[in-house]
């Protein structure tokens, strides 16, 4: 299960795959979804174990599609997380970024990073309250499996975890010598309220060589 970029607000995957700059997302499902009766679609959370493979995947795959289609190597990357709000009057999917208010979220993050002169941004993912894992439910049915004064936990609490895990893998368990993030700080929660916590990597990719002619249009700046 997966969705690339495709919307107004990002700039297409594809683009990006051409080396293009902007932001974009490449989507790992966090959850498994089953059909229970003939209307209604059923999400299904996921262990830690699991979305962290499906988050590992991504990265993988994206790194692998930027570098076979620009012929260019990732030199630097850097993993991190932010937020998003819901869409006024969309019914919100972490799936379908159309739903998505970035509300200087992502885009925020972009600018920062553009003007570190990164080449590109990716969601990798988006996780909201009902694909916490504590919140699991049986396919027909409502009842939360868990004690309820653990209610608290929210995707806010939730995001730094796989985020964290990811820089861990790529400083203790397989080095990255690309990999950018200076520390294990999981920095600091933001008092407003939002409805989706984002997944992200930004990267850098090798000079284009000199000889090269950019496949973006001249003059036009993706935001």
Request: net charge positive; hydrophobic share 30%; proline share 4%.
């Amino acid at each position: 299960m997966s969705a690339t970029g495709s919307v107004r607000i990002f700039t297409e995957f594809d683009d990006l795959c051409r080396g293009c700059q902007g932001y974009s997302y490449n989507l790992a499902g966090l959850f498994d979804i089953c059909d229970h009766d003939q209307f209604n679609r059923h999400k299904h959370t996921i262990s830690f174990k699991e979305a962290f493979k499906r988050l590992k995947l991504r990265i993988k795959e994206s790194f692998s599609a930027l570098e076979t289609q620009t012929d260019r190597k990732v030199t630097d990357f850097t993993i991190g997380k932010t937020f998003c709000k819901q869409k006024t009057g969309a019914y919100f999917n972490p799936m379908k970024p159309t739903t998505w208010s970035l509300g200087g979220g992502i885009n925020g993050r972009w600018q920062d990073y553009k003007n570190a002169d990164y080449d590109g941004l990716i969601v990798l993912a988006c996780i909201e309250r009902d694909l916490i894992s504590q919140h699991t439910k049986e396919c027909n049915k409502r009842a939360i499996l868990m004690d309820k004064k653990t209610i608290k936990a929210n995707q806010q609490k939730l995001c730094p975890s796989p985020e964290q895990a990811l820089i861990h893998y790529y400083v203790l368990i397989k080095p990255d010598e690309r990999l950018r993030n200076q520390s294990f700080d999981i920095g600091n929660l933001s008092k407003q309220p939002y409805i989706g916590g984002i997944v992200y990597v930004a990267y850098k990719l090798e000079p284009e060589p000199s000889y090269s002619v950019s496949m973006c249009f001249p003059g036009f700046e993706y935001r």
